[in-house]
């Protein structure tokens, strides 16, 4: 099992703290045993349709190999939001260094790199660099300035808290589950649900830290956006009573301020 505490702070660019939590060797082992599987069985169908064809087909089967061997992750990466089927199963995402999401230049050398220390040294490079670096990194990680992370789910993020900080506009930053986020405008953004949620749970500063988000919503980059709110819908959802399963990450968010305000 590994260790939650192993936790890495990214100053974004626009003055987002993300604290993030580094995916550890057992993890990312077990991921990519998943996403070889998919491999192969594609590379499996692909040689079988090589093989119909004649001498066509033994030319195409090198090249197609090839291509799905190192296609694969970089169309899920890029495609998927850092997320392959094993690491989306495993609850991981690759992100740039910086915190933003995987572009295709990053993850396409990430992903070359894999032929070094990857499947042809039964990933004992990727393994040992992984727990030799501070990052977590692989060598591919290392030469694309990427890392992998775990993705917070349910009572983790309510209990372990991601820290998330956005550049005070006015006021002071209330607290909220391990979240850091300014006073803004404390206007409640309207939404509706199928039934009326318990928030009893929820306090002043949380509500405080809410709202805040939902007014600095805009000025944020969409992968960054996305982000946070994922972040806070994932820390609200526990403490939140009623039907919220079927709401999306800011569609909770905002039921939450709503029914708040219908308790005044």
Not at 69 to 86: I, M
Not at 218 to 232: S, T
Not at 241 to 254: K, Q, R, V, W, Y
Request: aromatic residues 6%; charged residues 25%; neutral net charge.
């Amino acid at each position: 099992m590994e260790d939650y505490q192993d936790r890495l702070p990214i100053a974004t660019p626009e003055g987002v703290t993300l604290d993030l939590v580094l995916a550890g060797v057992g993890s990312r082992f077990a991921a990519s045993l998943i996403d070889l599987t998919f491999k192969l069985l594609l590379i499996g169908a692909a040689l079988f349709v090589c093989g119909l064809i004649g001498d066509l087909g033994l030319a195409l089967s090198a090249i197609l190999t090839f291509g799905i061997y190192f296609g694969y992750d970089v169309a899920f990466e890029v495609l998927a939001n850092g997320r392959t089927p094993g690491k989306r199963w495993t609850g991981l995402r690759v992100l740039r260094e910086d915190g933003r999401p995987v572009d295709l230049l990053s993850s396409a050398i990430r992903n070359v790199v894999r032929l070094i220390d990857g499947l042809p040294f039964a990933y004992l490079p990727a393994m040992a660099s992984i727990l030799a670096t501070r990052k977590n990194q692989r060598i591919g990680d290392l030469a694309g300035r990427t890392i992998v992370v775990r993705e917070p789910r349910g009572k983790e993020v309510a209990d372990a808290g991601f820290a998330v900080e956005l550049p005070p506009r006015n006021g002071t930053r209330p607290s909220f589950g391990g979240f850091q986020m300014p006073v803004g405008n404390p206007a409640a953004h309207a939404s509706s649900t199928n039934g009326a949620l318990d928030v009893s749970a929820i306090s002043a500063d949380d509500l405080a830290a809410v709202r805040a988000f939902l007014d600095r919503r805009r000025d944020l980059p969409a992968g960054v956006r996305g982000d946070i709110a994922r972040r806070i819908a994932s820390a609200l959802a526990p403490r939140v009573g009623g039907a919220t399963a079927n709401l999306h990450d800011e569609d909770l968010i905002e039921a939450v301020a709503a029914a708040k305000a219908r308790e005044r």
